[in-house]
Each structure stands twice: as structure tokens, then as C-alpha cells.
């Protein structure tokens, strides 16, 4: 038993020994707008129907869902980019009033019989990045939405007062209601709506109710994160998972929305009535029985969840570590999964959606408070996943209850903790060197490590402290950069080089000096620095199996394609390659886990009566990608320069970094660069230092020539509207956009390859315009 936390058998009571005066908050609520709407089943996946609620004017309506859009978008994801892009302007920003805030469902979100079957993607655009952000997450909502009723939830315009959006799938009435009294902070909130909207005062009645809800920092900073409840019947407790990245919680507090409420009636296994359940049944069996015979020897995910990757980050010297300067720290083992493993709570299963084997949502439960409003009280704590242990290691923090502290006044204060860890480690660089100090910081010590002046710092910004550090500091790494260079009080190169953001979001916790991959993975991505393709780093640093940059670049087509495939469906890919079959090894493609692909063809086939291959799903991303893509160029952020990565994700910073990994770095300049031991002795590390920056860039550059040109894109990473088409988009607006956008590039000379070729290598084509015959 670690000091401070108490045997989950005393646990009974829920979250919080908060009572709540539930009716008077109740009859505070006034009812603003409402529409009654015909329930209908969901047929093979689909609800063929999406909810649209502005909030500005009241008006809530149906739209259909035509063949040509599930053909075209699939769902999910795709189903989240069409309407964005039938609604917004290119020129608007995230807290424009006609931004919009999409949860979107999939054909095969809501199934129970395959693992991993319960993701909402949410989309709108990001207050960091000001392009489409897209985030999937669990919890009970998306598929509450799609049994309620609607494939996707489109909310637009701005509420004039605090409000809930209810969507009551039992009744089939929607609303929107003034909610004056609740809180704000997700752990109280997501508990006072379960227990309000619950038809009964049972378990299994609150287990129909899911919310969606952010908190206090959220509306203070660029790093709001949506919370998805999912009430837990065993724990008593609405539990939540996250939509992190991009700031989607600052959006829907900016909308004046304090939390969207969903309730279903009865559902059950098929309730998405496949054409084929016998086949779906039979092919989530096979991966039921692979995930409980074969993790306890593979990842662990249901003992630890998805904190079994610290120790192996640790040693791959991949842990970020003092904001990227290190990959490993003596200290790491402080944090490795089994000092998590003994605070989480046992023998619970801990899907976030109904049917998941794999289980991996793991609780701190009875976890007492340490610091600020809620210090001393006990509560529930979802995670930490490794995500928040990296934030946490990336800001020198390596006690596992600082941790859980972290972990918990994010969640409730609705705050990222991947852009929130990330961006403290920068400033806390810049405290090191002088460029930041505790004046400067409104009075906190900043100093890696400093876990009390971390947790200082997000109170500070749920409190709406006024402060000049705290306003720019709750924007973000890009704002704090531009404020540190603005001022001049550092070296730009220096600032630019180590704030780790890239479109304006904050990287995601892996180190990538020595993956070029996970480099590209990294900044030739849609949305910003997320881990979505975060094997690559194995694949090409550990295994070296993508050694040429066309290798590269087919991984870079294939690998977030296929990523992007599960958020088109409303999947969980965990259980794609966390889990592989015990034969996985002698395929020929293991990294691609070829038995699972194939459980994903046969999958959608028996959900939607299709026939595809597992050549169309790519296909199906591929539209979807391609489609983003393009709203980013018409947003005027989807070109090359967009796509750059700040110095330290490719290579050492400082001396210090390069001393640290000296003789990696010294044999590089030998083999790679065909430097003498003579040069190499005689140079300094600041020589040497110059010499790696120049060559890293150099390779940074042609990746991206190779990938985009392996994307169809043109050498200034433009869709074309020749691939498009083939595509089989035919929107002229969208086509006509593009062939602007390559026209102004000619004119500009843009249209040229980035890198730097030597007479016996070979730019991706010599042909000027290549992209002009393809039919
Ligand atoms: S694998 Fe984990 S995150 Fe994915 S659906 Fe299952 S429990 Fe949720």
C-alpha cells in the first residue's frame, strides 16, 4: 500500500463526498431550444442521419447521410472533414463563430464483438495549430450518439450563456438548456449530469448516460482537451478519456457549451445491425482469445496499460527527457510501469468501451489530493497512459504520486497533458539558461523538476490569473517562443531550435534525433506532432528496416493511411499491433500485423454488406487525407514551410547534448559524413555541432521531397488536383483551389525540390511539372 491512498474495498462512494443539491441545480436550467426528432435503428453501421445544433441561432435540424458521402468520407473522420468543409471559410479561426466542433462516429463504432470498437473522433479548428484538428477518443459518448440516433454531432455558433446540449436517445428529444449551477471541472460536473440525466437512480441507469465536458483551464488556455465520460458500475464513478490534442475543450468552452449529454435506451451486441453477425462474431472471437492468451507475454496492456512503454523508451534512449535534450535519465526507473501497476486498481476490467479485451484504461483509485482546490479530498485518477509519464519525465518529474497529481488537475481542469508537459519542459529550459527567470514567470521557479511550481502553473491558469507569463505561457510553446524572441531575452536560433512545436502544437513524447521516420511522421503530418505513427521509430532507428528515403516514404504513404483508417470507422488501433498473433514474426510484412488487416477487411464487410480489399481500405484513407490535406492548403497552411520541425526533434541543440552522446555523434561524422578522425579531432564541438545541423536538415528536406512525391503531391507538398480525381473527387471549388494555389507556387518558384542532391543521387523526379500526365 503506498502512504496516502486507501484499499479500494473502503472505496464505495463514487468520486467525491461532494452532495449536490441536484434538483435546484436541475430547475435552474432553462430550456433555450428544442427539437423533437423521429428515433430511428441503426442499419449496418449507420445511422444515415447527423445532428446540427447552432448555438448562436437555436436551430437544430437533421441532415442526411447520402451514399455518396459514405462512399466518398466513409464516416468518422471523413464524415467530420465534409461538413467543415460545406460550413466553415477559409479564413476561419478557431473561435470564429462559425467554427464548428464535430463528434463523429464510424460503420463500426458501437460494436462489442471486436475490441476496441467505441472511438469518437472530434474535429474543429485548433487554437494552436488554426487548421483542423482531429482527435479519437473513447468513452461511451460516440456510440450513445450513433444508438441515439446520428452518425456525427455538428455544433456551430456560440451559446450567449453557459449551456448542456442533451441529446435523449430514449425519448428522442434535443436541446439545449441554460445550466447556470453546475461546476465547471470535469470530475464534479461529468458526476453531477450522470447522476441528473439518469432516467432511474440505478447503475445501469447512469451507465446509459455519457457526457462530454472540459474545465476551467480549458477557457484560459490553447490546450483544452474534451473529456468523455463512461460510468464504471463496478467503481461507481463516471470515468473519462480524452480528446487531447489541438485544444478542442478551449473551443467548446469558447462556445459556451459546459458539457454535451447523451442517453441511450436499451442497446445490445447489435445494435449496428450487420449484414453478416455471424462473421463479425466469429472474427472478434479469434482476437478476444489472441489478447488473453497472448498479452501477459507481448505489451501487458491489461496490467498497465500503455505505461509498459517507459522502460522501453528508457532504454532505447527515446524518453524524453528535460524537454527532448535526452532519451533516458538515471532517475527513469522511478516511473517504470510496475510502480504504476502497484497504485492501479486490480482485477477490474478496464475497457473504455463495452467488449474491449485488451482493457487498457488503467485507474488510480482513492488517489488524495496533494495540491490546490480539491488538496486532501480522494478521488478516482484515469491514468496515467504514457503520454502523461513522458510529459512528466520531459519536465524532469519522476515521482510516480507528482505524476497522478499532474495527471489529475489536467483531466478535471480540462487541459492536454501532452501539449501541457511538453511546452513546461521548454520554459523550463529557458529558466535554465537565464532566458526565463521567476520575474519573469509571474513568481514561479520553473526549474526542471520543480513539480510544485508545474501544478502551481495550471492552477494559476484555472484561476484566470492575469498575469503577462500566465496568458502567454497558457498559449503554448509557438506563443511563448514569439513573446521570448519579441522580448529579446534569448537567441532566436536557440528558441526556435528547442520549443518543441510544429503548426503550433506541441510534440507528442518521443524523442526522434535518430529516426529521419518518426522526424517525418512527426512534421509531414495534417494536424501537428502527434505519436500516431510512433512504431516508426522501431522500424527505422532500432531495426534499420526502412533504410533508403523511398523506403521511408512508402512508410510514411502506408503507415498513416492505415492509421487514419481506424479513425474513419470509429476503431481503437491498440489492438491492431499491441497485440499480434503468435505467428505474426513469420509473415512477411510483420509490422503491418497482415492476419489483422485482414480481421479489419472481413470486419467492415460484415458490418456494411461491402465487398472491399484490403487495398480500399487505404483507399478509403487515402480520400480522407488527401481531402485534409487540402483544407490545410485552403486554410493557407498545407505547403512545405508549414511542415518544418524545430532542430532539436532532428539532431543536438547544444554542447551539452552533443557531449552527452558524444561518441554517437563523433562516429556520424566519420561514417556519414566522411569526415577524417584527423577533422574530427581537430574540430569543436560547436564545428561539429554545425556540420550535424546542416547534414540533418539537408536529409529532413529530401524525406520530404521523396514523400510527397509519394503522396501525390507536388514539390511545395500540394495536393494535386490531377490526384484528387483519382481520388474520385469531383468538388470544382476544391479542384479550381488547388490548381490556384500550384499556379501562385510556379510563379513563385515553389514548384522546386527541397534538398540538395549530389551528382549520384536522384531527385524523387526530373521531370518539371510530373504530376501534369498522370490520368
Ligand atoms: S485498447 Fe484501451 S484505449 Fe483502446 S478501446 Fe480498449 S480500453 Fe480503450
Redesign the pocket.
Known amino acids: 500500500m503506498v502512504e496516502g491512498q486507501i484499499a479500494i474495498e473502503e472505496y464505495r462512494t463514487g468520486i467525491t463526498k461532494h452532495h449536490w443539491d441536484l434538483k435546484k441545480i436541475q430547475s435552474a436550467h432553462k430550456v433555450l431550444a428544442s427539437y423533437l426528432y423521429k428515433k430511428g435503428e441503426v442499419n449496418r453501421g449507420y445511422a444515415n442521419r447527423t445532428l446540427y445544433v447552432n448555438l448562436s441561432t437555436g436551430i437544430i435540424q437533421e441532415k442526411p447521410v447520402t451514399d455518396d458521402m459514405k462512399k466518398k468520407f466513409t464516416g468518422g473522420r471523413g464524415f467530420g472533414l465534409k461538413l467543415l468543409w460545406d460550413s466553415i471559410k477559409p479564413t476561419t479561426r478557431w473561435n470564429s463563430e462559425e467554427n464548428e466542433l464535430l463528434i463523429t462516429t464510424g460503420p463500426l463504432c458501437g460494436t462489442t464483438q471486436y ?2 470498437s ?2 469518437s473522433l472530434c474535429l474543429s479548428i485548433s487554437p494552436s495549430t488554426n487548421i483542423i484538428c482531429d482527435c479519437n477518443v ?1 468513452g461511451f459518448f460516440g456510440p450513445y450518439l450513433k444508438f441515439a440516433g446520428f452518425d456525427a454531432l455538428e455544433l456551430q455558433g456560440k451559446a450567449r450563456e453557459d449551456v448542456v446540449v442533451v441529446i435523449d436517445g430514449e425519448k428522442g428529444i434535443v436541446s439545449i438548456e441554460a445550466a447556470p449551477l453546475e461546476e465547471i471541472n470535469t470530475h464534479l460536473l461529468s458526476e453531477q449530469l450522470t447522476q441528473m440525466y439518469a432516467t432511474e437512480n440505478t447503475d445501469k441507469s447512469r451507465q446509459k448516460v455519457s457526457i462530454v465536458s472540459s474545465g476551467l483551464a480549458a477557457q484560459h488556455s490553447y490546450w483544452g482537451c474534451l473529456n468523455f465520460s463512461f460510468y464504471d458500475i463496478r467503481r461507481k464513478v463516471p470515468r473519462i ?1 480524452q480528446a487531447g490534442r489541438g485544444g478542442l475543450g478551449t473551443v467548446l468552452r469558447d462556445k459556451k457549451i459546459k458539457a454535451l449529454v447523451v442517453k441511450v435506451g436499451r442497446f445490445d451486441g447489435v445494435s449496428n445491425h450487420p449484414a453478416d453477425p455471424i462473421t463479425l462474431a466469429k472474427v472478434g472471437i479469434k482476437l478476444h482469445r489472441e489478447i488473453r492468451n497472448l498479452d501477459r507475454y507481448q505489451c501487458n ?1 491489461r496490467a498497465v496499460g500503455t505505461g509498459h512503454l517507459v522502460e522501453i523508451m528508457d532504454a532505447y534512449d527515446l524518453l524524453p527527457t528535460e524537454n527532448y535534450r535526452f532519451g533516458s535519465f538515471p532517475k527513469a526507473s522511478k516511473i517504470y510501469s510496475p510502480k504504476f501497476y502497484e497504485l492501479f486498481t486490480k482485477i477490474i476490467p ?4 463495452h467488449g ?1 479485451t ?4 488503467k485507474t488510480v483509485d482513492g488517489y488524495t489530493v496533494m495540491t490546490g482546490p480539491y488538496k486532501g479530498e480522494k478521488v478516482t485518477v484515469d491514468g496515467p497512459e504514457y503520454e502523461t509519464i513522458g510529459a512528466c519525465s520531459n519536465m524532469s518529474i519522476w515521482d510516480p504520486l507528482w505524476i497522478l497529481e499532474f495527471n489529475f488537475y489536467c483531466d478535471t481542469y480540462g487541459i492536454d497533458t501532452i501539449s501541457a508537459g511538453t511546452a513546461i519542459a521548454f520554459y523550463m529550459e529557458m529558466y535554465e539558461y537565464g532566458i526565463l527567470n521567476k520575474e519573469r514567470c509571474s513568481g514561479l521557479e520553473l526549474c526542471f523538476g520543480n513539480a510544485d511550481a508545474a501544478l502551481e502553473l495550471l492552477h494559476r491558469i484555472a484561476q484566470g490569473d492575469t498575469s503577462e507569463f500566465i496568458q502567454v505561457a497558457a498559449r503554448g510553446a509557438r506563443r511563448v517562443k514569439d513573446w521570448i524572441i519579441q522580448k529579446n531575452w534569448g537567441e532566436k536560433q536557440l528558441v526556435e531550435d528547442t520549443g518543441m512545436e510544429s503548426k503550433g502544437l506541441e510534440f507528442s513524447e518521443y524523442v526522434t534525433k535518430e529516426s529521419l521516420a518518426m522526424q517525418g511522421g512527426y512534421g509531414l503530418t495534417l494536424k501537428g506532432p502527434q505519436h500516431d505513427e510512433a512504431w516508426l521509430i522501431f522500424m527505422d532507428m532500432v531495426n534499420n528496416a526502412i533504410p533508403t528515403f523511398q523506403m521511408k516514404a512508402e512508410a510514411l504513404h502506408y503507415y498513416p493511411m492505415w492509421r487514419t483508417w481506424f479513425g474513419l470507422n470509429g476503431l ?1 488501433k ?2 491492431w499491433n ?1 497485440i499480434e498473433p503468435a505467428n505474426n514474426a513469420e509473415t512477411a510484412e510483420p509490422s503491418k500485423v497482415p492476419e489483422h488487416v485482414q480481421n479489419y477487411v472481413e470486419y467492415q464487410n460484415a458490418m456494411t454488406g461491402w465487398n472491399v480489399t484490403k487495398e480500399d481500405l487505404i483507399l478509403q484513407s487515402e480520400r480522407c487525407y488527401n481531402w485534409q490535406r487540402a483544407m490545410n492548403v485552403w486554410m493557407g497552411r498545407g505547403q512545405r514551410k508549414d511542415d518544418w520541425i524545430p532542430f532539436r526533434a532532428m539532431g543536438p541543440v547544444t554542447e551539452m547534448e552533443y557531449l552527452s552522446r558524444k561518441e554517437r555523434y563523433d562516429t556520424q561524422l566519420l561514417e556519414k559524413l566522411r569526415k577524417s578522425p584527423k577533422d574530427v579531432e581537430k574540430m569543436t564541438v560547436r564545428e561539429k555541432l554545425t556540420i550535424l545541423y546542416e547534414f540533418r536538415r539537408g536529409q529532413y528536406n529530401k524525406l520530404a521531397d521523396a514523400v510527397y512525391y509519394r503522396r501525390g503531391w507536388t514539390p511545395n507538398g500540394i495536393p494535386t488536383p490531377q490526384k484528387m480525381r483519382q481520388l474520385g473527387f469531383t468538388d470544382k471549388k476544391m479542384l479550381k483551389m488547388l490548381q490556384d494555389k500550384i499556379d501562385a507556387d510556379e510563379k513563385n518558384g515553389l514548384n522546386l525540390w527541397g534538398g540538395t542532391y549530389a551528382k549520384e543521387e536522384q531527385p524523387p523526379s526530373n521531370q518539371k511539372r510530373y504530376w501534369e500526365t498522370w490520368k
Do not use: R
Open positions: 475490441a476496441g467505441g472511438k473513447g478519456k496492456m478496464d475497457g473504455c468501451w474491449c485488451m482493457a487498457c484504461a481503437c491498440l489492438p499491441d
